[in-house]
């Protein structure tokens, strides 16, 4: 099958020792330890088998190139991959996608050849403290499809059926290719819908919301808090047209760098909200660090910040703010209990986030998909299959 893969030399940095595991197993707990000179490439790999009595084998219709599957490649002076999660070399990247279902297991009794699905890309272990609490979003000890086993940016994809969640619900509302682009789209949607609701749980109908951030997990949760009736959401992002495109997904009003400086965002949200500021903030930044005190600062008393996004460089949190208005901070990861929910808002007409994909590449046009996610002005890059 055609698929593109990521490689990489095994070089643990000085000073790191990796544990057994790792070595027996080439992969790294964390890949910018180990990883090193990674590259981008198009191959031909063996098509994948079943492995167990139930998978199912999914040809992928669509798979989202996503920030943190660029990060795989990012590197740092010395040539090591900045990203810090697990990864093994080579790999098919790839944790947004849905596809086909082409081959199922003898024991799959709830999927059946020719229906669509989403594939969630968590496989939590079943076996560590957080998956014996049920908290399999925080599983200690899981695989991550598309970074330590491979993902959806190939032909096919051998998935546990009871990852692969059917889309047939959305074939009345969107066409055959819309569908599977919700599909790819369950993945950022899910995390946004957990934090927001399964984690957090203040959204309330009536309430006021801001958005910091309007990418994937930015422009989703502007349309689920719409979809939750919120009276107000409000969406910042400092590259330019995205806030057009939070606009389109249900913000009543959207803002861009270019309209203003984060330092004037608590005065801005003051006005939209005759001074009683947000009730829920969503940070969906990707730079917590940096966006932290602008968010304390827009809060209702009483109100809440949901913390989805990771990454960019620390910064450093004064609770203050944050008490002063008897608010609460919530951090959330995991996408696992989230695409159901999310299907079904589609199915039923709630929400549409289609409208973020800004562009569709073909397989074997992979590498020049990899390229145009690079623009940020872009939400969503997908590659497609018909
Ligand atoms: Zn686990």
Redesign the pocket.
């Known amino acids: 099958m055609r698929a593109l893969v990521v490689t990489g030399d095994w070089q643990p940095r000085p000073g790191y020792v990796p544990d057994e595991e790792e070595i027996a197993g080439r992969w790294a707990r964390n890949a910018s330890q180990v990883w090193r000179h990674p590259q981008w490439a198009a191959a031909t790999l063996p098509d994948p088998v079943l492995r167990s009595a139930t998978d199912v084998l999914v040809r992928v219709r669509a798979s989202g190139v996503a920030v943190s599957t660029l990060r795989m490649t990012a590197t740092d002076d010395d040539g090591y991959v900045t990203l810090p999660y697990r990864m093994a070399l080579p790999l098919v990247p790839g944790h947004e996608f849905a596809g086909e279902v082409v081959e199922v297991g003898s024991a799959v009794r709830d999927l059946r050849v020719g229906d669509a699905v989403a594939v969630e890309t968590l496989r939590?272990?079943?076996?560590?403290?957080?998956?014996?609490r049920g908290q399999?979003n925080?599983?200690?000890?899981?695989q991550f499809a598309g970074f330590d086993i491979d993902g959806g940016l190939a032909e096919y994809a051998v998935v546990p059926s009871a990852h692969a969640r059917s889309l047939e619900a959305l074939r009345e509302r969107f066409d055959d290719d819309g569908v599977f682009q919700v599909g790819a789209l369950c993945e950022p949607a899910a995390i946004v819908y957990n934090g927001l609701f399964e984690v957090d749980r203040h959204l309330r109908p009536g309430m006021r919301v801001g958005v910091l951030g309007c990418g994937p997990l930015g422009l989703a949760a502007v349309a689920l808090a719409r979809a939750a009736g919120a009276a107000r959401v409000l969406a910042f992002d400092p590259v330019p047209g995205r806030a057009g495109l939070a606009e389109l997904l249900g913000a009543d009003r959207g803002w861009s760098e270019r309209d203003l400086e984060p330092a004037a965002l608590p005065s801005v949200v003051q006005d939209e909200t005759a001074g009683r500021g947000v009730d829920v903030v969503v940070d969906a930044s990707g730079a917590p660090g940096e966006v932290l005190p602008v968010a304390q600062h827009l809060l209702a008393i009483g109100g809440h910040v949901v913390h989805l996004g990771v990454g960019g460089p620390p910064g450093s949190f004064r609770p203050k703010a944050t008490m002063g208005r008897a608010a609460t901070h919530a951090f959330s990861m995991g996408h696992i209990g989230g695409f159901d929910p999310v299907i079904a808002l589609h199915a039923a007409g709630r929400i549409d986030l289609t409208p973020m994909v800004g562009g569709r590449w073909a397989l074997h046009e992979g590498l020049a998909a990899v390229e145009h996610a690079t623009d940020k002005r872009v939400a969503k890059t997908l590659v497609v299959q018909t």
Do not use: I, N
């Open positions: 939590p272990c079943g076996r560590c403290p957080a998956c014996r399999v925080a599983c200690l000890d899981g």
